[in-house]
């Protein structure tokens, strides 16, 4: 059976520029392991209303190398999973390589509210976990293949252009890790 991990970043902890890695997994140099990448999720973790209302542009890519950035150690779902020290890394506002054309989707991230109990609207969407996932091949869907990760393979959540006081995100990658 895989391991299953949830990388995600710290509260506030990424910092929104432009052509800015926001969130990568990178299979390392000499790992025997697969890494599935089956969710990529941005959760808007505002508590207060934003002055400015603007759209983030982001996109998902392939990347061939990452460094530098800040390290971020993945969550295990299973208390018996191995430490993934020697297998992968993860990290936020890395330094990366993409792959070229390989763009896999594009986002607008507009939800730069704080989520309202009184009323629901679109901005706020983005507050509901379900409603949150930019990539979701759902763990038991086998007719759609999830990102799939090789050695020195990875993928990143970037940021298109420079946007000023977008509020606060969470990123986060559902993974699993297997010999095959």
Known sequence: MAQTYIAATAVGGTTFAANR?????????GSSRVIRVYRIQVMNLSIANVAASNAVPVYIQRISAESAGTAITPVS???????LTTICSVRTNGTTTAVANSIMANFL?????????????????????????????????????????????GIELRQHITITSPGQYGFYIHFTVANS
Not at 77 to 83: D, H, V
Not at 118 to 140: H, K, N, Q, R, V
């Open 109 to 153: 991230l507009t939800g730069v509210d704080e989520p309202a109990i009184s009323s629901i609207t679109t901005d706020e969407l983005a507050c509901f976990p379900i409603m949150s996932y930019l990539w979701d091949t759902g763990y038991g869907d086998t007719e759609c293949d999830p990102i799939t990760l090789n050695a020195n393979q």
């Open 21 to 29: 890695s926001l969130i990568s997994l990178f299979n390392l140099n």
């Open 77 to 83: 779902l299973r208390s018996t999973n191995e430490a």
